[in-house]
């Protein structure tokens, strides 16, 4: 992604162009290196690396939440992970617009509280209902604080700088995804898993204190809200489909509720994109996917999201449940995907365009091979760091890197500068929300076989390994060499 922005010529857009872009440069940046600049790409940083070091974190809290939450099924607690994901994919694209509407600075700083404040929920929550809530309310603020901050940065920072200030704001989500793992795992072990969500507070506070003069140079772009209706359609439907896999076989897959939450979510969601197809300001940015090359990427993202999403939660529950690991050693285990994931990362970023297209592809058989070979008798109650787990991490740490990176390049590539972050926003929203939906099949699956574990995550590993095939071939699929986008 790094290395796209840095070839555009990022030229403030005319207003009018700006409706279904969260985040634009301004019509006045700073000079390069200014320390306006400066404070604006640090502070949107810690806002990225809190926001997706949140996203890794609960992975490794996860098994020790189910313990303190006997009572409740294992395929309602997947609600906490499954939860924030939904909400933050359905508000992303309404929450850049809305702070184009009511100025940037003002609404990240709100942003900011609000995530604290529903961290703080979470951390409070006495029962699995009153958690599940609170997340919900934790990734719609974590929504927020993407575009806004992202759209911060970008009003500050001259057109020739804006390559750089991508890559670190880029960096600091690639590095929460690398700390996650160990930083959540020393907090569970120390201090209990609500302390994944305290810690949260004081990053804010400091954060909103650093930030405090963001507001001076607020500008309102837009000329209205976003389509409030469209945003709820969108979020009642991704998260009436996710109950629909997550409670099927519970309920039945027959069943009323399971077909009711079905269709209701189908049905919501043809609404939300009817909406958005001649809303202003729309919930989803159907405009967008007029790129062929654009809808393919978002596509690919979608599929591959489930996938990922499901083998990042199945690791720490096997680590704990199959291995019986500490929290501790879980987190040192699954440290080894997150380091592999950022060097190919870097790697990838730095890959000639021309070559990105078949690199997209080996990192999607390199996270299949990963997640085949985990579904093997190779992989049983007998732990196996070095033989199995390190290998496995490797190809599949390695696998997410390669594919964030090029899918992330080829979202920007696809679209003119002035939607590119827009662009990067729309990805991130189906990311989540094919990330939510692979959280839902890893309940259906472990629901599906209750008492046996192991027969539960060679399936699952299984189904992640089919699904990453299929992004593979969508990696593959030719897209037309020349396509405008208005």
């Known amino acids: ?48 690396f809190v926001a997706f070091l949140d996203l890794s974190v609960v992975n490794i809290a996860f098994p020790e939440i189910t313990r303190d939450y006997p009572h409740t099924a294992p395929s309602t607690l997947t609600w906490v992970v499954s939860g924030y994901a939904v909400a933050f994919a359905a508000f992303l694209t309404p929450a850049g617009q809305l ?24 951390a409070l929550a006495p029962g699995a209902d009153w958690l599940i809530a609170a997340r919900l309310l934790q990734g719609a603020t ?3 604080l993407i575009p806004a901050g992202l759209g911060v940065v970008l009003s500050v920072t001259a057109p020739e700088r804006i390559g750089v200030a991508m890559a670190g704001w880029t960096a600091a989500g690639g590095f929460a995804a690398t700390v996650g793992p ?5 907090l569970v072990d120390w201090f209990g898993w609500r302390s994944v969500f305290v810690i949260n507070v004081p990053i804010c506070l400091l954060l909103i204190v650093a930030g405090w003069t963001l507001t001076r140079r607020d500008i309102r ?39 009711v939450c079905g269709l209701a979510g189908l049905a919501l969601l043809g609404l939300a994109l009817w909406r958005s197809g001649r809303h202003a300001r729309p919930a989803i940015a159907v405009g967008l996917w007029r790129s062929h090359r654009y809808a393919l990427v978002n596509a690919t993202a979608f599929v591959f999201g489930a996938s990922m999403f499901a083998w990042l939660l199945a690791g720490p529950l096997w680590l704990d449940s199959v291995w019986h690991y500490s929290v501790l050693q879980s987190a040192a285990a699954m440290t080894v995907g997150a380091i592999a994931s950022m060097v190919t990362a870097v790697i990838a970023g730095r890959t000639p365009v021309a070559a990105q297209r078949w690199l997209g592809v080996l990192g999607a ?17 007998t732990p196996a760091l070095w033989s199995a787990w390190v290998p496995a991490g490797i190809l599949g740490g390695g ?4 594919l964030i990176t090029v899918l992330g390049t080829a979202a920007a590539r696809s679209l003119p500068p002035q939607r590119f972050a827009a662009g990067v926003g729309m990805n991130l929203t189906a990311r989540q929300s094919g990330g939510a939906l692979g959280v839902a099949i890893l309940a259906a699956v472990f629901a599906a076989n209750p008492g046996q574990p192991l027969t539960a995550f060679h399936t699952l590993f299984a189904v992640c390994g089919a699904i990453a095939v299929a992004t593979a071939v969508l990696a593959a699929l030719p897209v037309r060499s020349q396509e405008s986008l208005a």
């Open 1 to 48: 992604m790094t290395d796209v922005t840095a070839r555009h010529d990022i030229s403030p857009p005319h207003p009018e162009r700006e409706t279904n872009s969260p985040a634009t440069p301004s019509t006045s940046p700073e000079t390069p290196g200014s320390s306006a600049a400066r404070r604006a790409l640090l502070v949107a940083c810690g806002a990225a």
């Open 99 to 122: 702070a184009d509407a009511l100025g940037r600075g003002r609404v990240f700083l709100y942003a900011l509280a609000g995530f604290a404040l529903t961290s703080l929920l979470c």
């Open 142 to 144: 974590a929504a927020f």
């Open 182 to 186: 160990a930083v959540g795992g020393a």
């Open 221 to 259: 772009h837009g000329d209205g809200l976003p389509d409030l209706l469209g945003t709820a359609a969108t979020a009642l439907g991704i998260g009436a489909i996710v109950a629909a896999v997550t409670q099927g076989q519970q309920w039945g897959w027959g069943d009323w509720r399971t077909l």
């Open 365 to 381: 058989l390199m996270f299949a091979a990963s997640t085949f070979y985990m579904a093997t008798d190779a992989w049983n109650g």
């Open 399 to 402: 696998g997410i890197g390669i």
